[in-house]
């Protein structure tokens, strides 16, 4: 079973910065990506930001440029840096450990909100 645990969310300004935080324990393969995404009101859980087992990276294009995703494997640790946040980024943060970015992850974190608002 996994454990997935974020944090860092919060309310920030357009423009401001905040950087998220997810501790993941149990049982995962150590050639599994890990990735962070995105759910605005609605069912749906956006990939918006990943990193394979071999250190390559994915981001969406809503958050190329701005996002960063990294990943501290000593501490089990994967990191998600956000600025020049918009009021679009808005909405609830999840990480996961999918065996591969392009598949459904079937466990999840509890989420971190992040609000963009002035």
């Known amino acids: 079973q996994v454990h997935l645990v974020e944090s860092g969310g919060g309310l920030v300004q357009p423009g401001g910065s905040l950087r998220l935080s997810c501790t993941a324990s149990?049982?995962?393969?150590?050639?599994?990506?890990m990735g962070w995404y995105r759910q605005t009101p609605g069912p749906e859980r956006e990939l918006i930001a990943g990193i394979r087992s071999g250190g390559s990276t994915y981001y969406a294009d809503s958050v190329k440029g701005r996002f960063t995703i990294s990943r501290d494997k000593g501490k089990n640790t994967l990191y998600l840096q956000m600025n020049s946040l918009k009021p679009e980024d808005t909405g609830m943060y999840y990480c996961?450990?999918?065996?591969?970015?392009?598949?459904?992850?079937?466990?999840w974190g509890q989420g971190t909100q992040v609000t963009v608002s002035s």
């Open positions: 996961a450990a999918p065996e591969i970015l392009s598949l459904h992850p079937d466990e």
């Open positions: 149990g049982n995962i393969p150590s050639s599994n990506a």
